[in-house]
């Protein structure tokens, strides 16, 4: 069981959130990024710099996931097909991406790619607040929880 970060648009607080529960779960914590990223020192916590280009990073945590491995993501594409490999994704406002709901968010995500293209403006995500924060923290509490009693 390991948990993978998709890193280069990881918000900070979040990635801080995971170093700690890497040392509090002992749980093996992946930042992949195409730039190189400071992550503190420990035996649970690694940074892989992938080469530059679109969807490197992307390919890479697909490549590396296994089932029942956790993919930290708001990149509802990467989150599909971690999904699809029998991954937990979870985005950095604790929205867990499942079976259930994957599909419906990528046709919504697409949809709204079409209208943008298309010249209307869609605006951008809101700012993350402390509410989603405390989201985050909870989802992933509970996928440790739910983990380690399967372990």
């Not at 970060?5 to 992946?30: M, N, Q, S």
């Not at 930042?31 to 390919?59: E, K, T």
């Not at 402390?130 to 983990?147: E, G, I, P, T, Y």
Request: include cysteine.
């Amino acid at each position: 069981m390991s948990i993978w970060v998709d890193a280069d648009a990881c918000p900070g607080v979040i990635k801080d959130i995971l170093y700690r529960a890497a040392e509090r779960a002992a749980i093996a914590v992946t930042l992949v990024a195409n730039s190189g990223l400071q992550v503190p020192r420990s035996q649970w916590i690694r940074m892989v710099q992938v080469p530059r280009g679109f969807d490197v990073a992307d390919n890479h945590i697909v490549a590396q996931v296994m089932s029942g491995d956790l993919v930290i993501t708001a990149d509802i594409p990467l989150a599909a097909a971690v999904v699809a490999k029998g991954a937990s994704a979870l985005n950095p406002r604790g929205e867990l991406y499942t079976c259930d709901n994957v599909q419906g968010l990528l046709d919504m995500r697409n949809f709204m790619d079409t209208l943008r293209s298309s010249g209307v403006e869609t605006g951008g995500p809101r700012a993350l607040s402390n509410n989603d924060r405390q989201a985050f923290a909870k989802q992933l509490d509970r996928w440790l929880l739910q983990h380690q009693q399967n372990s």
